[in-house]
């Protein structure tokens, strides 16, 4: 079983809709989450730190539920700039070390 | 601030040459990673280095090596390169220690072996 999954998608949406991404985890040792943004052949870069009482940055909402070991990344209001590929991310508590998940695709079409 | 820096961002090998891919960051972090990024795999770690003078391996450590030369730099080496490692690499930083260990990412290194 992978440390972090996620549906790979693709996911295409219609501009202006809302779309939800889940990413469960299996170390139950994981400290700190986080959502981050992939546009293609780019480097990753950080969208926003998922906390427990879940979060919101605009139109990202991240939400962390520990029991069932699963974050979640809710876009509203879509853009066409939104189409990248979005990585679950989660870290162990006292480690430095990331551990990544594969990544959903999400495309917005006009 | 030029953030994380990698050089070359292209580069074709043939099995057996050696090589290595370059990265500065000029944030005054302490940690730094190599990871390579494959298709359906997602980004793997090959090595890290929490401090000068200290490395450790990853999760795919098998036919690199690196340096830490100072602060700045960290340099991942191929020494006898195999198709397998045909990847794009991507090099990170960490501010220090403190959490939440967000890591700021390189514009990476397009490598094919042939």
């Known amino acids: 079983r992978k440390e972090v999954e996620q549906d790979p998608g693709p996911f295409n949406v219609p501009e202006g809709a809302t779309v939800a991404f889940n990413c469960t985890y299996s170390?139950?040792?994981?400290?700190?989450f986080f959502w981050y943004r992939q546009d293609c052949r780019k480097e990753p870069k950080l969208l926003m730190s998922?906390?427990?009482s879940g979060n919101e940055d605009g139109r990202f909402t991240a939400q962390l539920n520990r029991a069932s070991q699963y974050i979640s990344l809710l876009i509203r209001d879509s853009k066409l700039s939104d189409s990248a590929t979005y990585l679950c991310?989660?870290?162990?508590?006292?480690?430095?070390?990331?551990?990544f998940g594969t990544g959903t695709r999400l495309t917005i079409i006009p | 601030n030029a953030g994380v820096t990698q050089t070359p961002k292209f580069q074709v090998l043939k099995t057996g040459q050696s090589m290595t891919l370059q990265c500065a960051q000029d944030?005054?972090?302490?940690?730094m990673y190599w990871y390579r990024q494959d298709p359906g795999m997602g980004l793997r770690l090959i090595y890290y280095?929490?401090?000068?003078?200290?490395?450790d391996k990853g999760e795919v450590p098998n036919g690199y090596n690196v340096s830490r030369l100072n602060k700045r730099e960290f340099s991942l080496r191929l020494e006898s390169a195999a198709p397998s490692q045909t990847s794009v690499y991507f090099c990170?930083?960490?501010?220090?220690?403190?959490?939440?260990?967000?890591?700021?990412f390189g514009p990476g290194t397009r490598l094919t072996v042939t």
């Open positions: 990170a930083s960490t501010p220090p220690a403190g959490g939440p260990y967000e890591q700021y």
């Open positions: 170390n139950s040792a994981s400290q700190s």
């Open positions: 998922v906390y427990s």
């Open positions: 991310v989660v870290n162990e508590f006292g480690n430095e070390k990331l551990t």
């Open positions: 944030m005054n972090h302490n940690s």
């Open positions: 280095s929490a401090s000068e003078g200290t490395t």
